[in-house]
């Protein structure tokens, strides 16, 4: 499994997913375990690009595929992603706990392009809860993300 640009050779039981795969055998727990169902969308991660709910997806399914979590999108040197940038010139969060699954589908909604807009991104990100409630800071967030991902 690659993670993060980095591959692991894994013996893993055919059940086990990418969210225990990532968190207890290779010690990225940035990627949190909320309904543990699909629900809630903490476990978002990317898959060759594409957001995933770690949590749904078997560790077997994802061979071969590019997998990127919250502790990989930083740059060189530590500097934020521009979206974890936006979220903390936002205050996009309270206790945090959603918060890297937030990030990781915020990044999905803008490569997937569903970011032109307010309704667009309240769209996209359904899929992921807040209990906080935290949602009008977290568009905020996407929208400042959205036009410095798109000129980098």
């Known amino acids: ?7 692991h050779r894994l013996s893993l039981d055919v059940r086990t997913t990418v969210l ?11 990627t949190k375990k909320g309904c543990d169902h699909g629900q809630c969308g ?3 991660v990317l898959a060759d690009g594409q957001r995933v709910l770690s949590c749904l997806t078997l560790a077997a399914a994802a061979e071969g595929k590019e997998i990127t979590t919250i502790e990989g999108i930083a740059g060189p040197v530590g500097a934020l992603h521009p979206m974890q940038q ?10 945090g ?3 890297p699954g937030q990030i990781m589908s915020a990044i999905g909604c803008v490569r ?6 307010e309704p667009a991104i309240k769209e996209s990100m359904s899929g992921n809860l807040c209990r906080c409630a935290a949602y009008p800071k977290i568009v905020a967030a996407i929208r400042q993300a959205s ?6």
């Open 42 to 44: 903490a476990c978002t």
């Open 112 to 117: 997937e392009g569903q970011a032109g807009s």
């Open 86 to 95: 936006a979220f903390i010139d936002h205050d996009a969060f309270q206790c």
């Open 147 to 152: 036009g410095e991902m798109r000129g980098s």
């Open 20 to 30: 225990d795969t990532l968190r207890e055998r290779l010690g990225l727990t940035g």
């Open 97 to 99: 706990y959603c918060t």
């Open 1 to 7: 499994m690659k993670v993060n640009g980095q591959l």
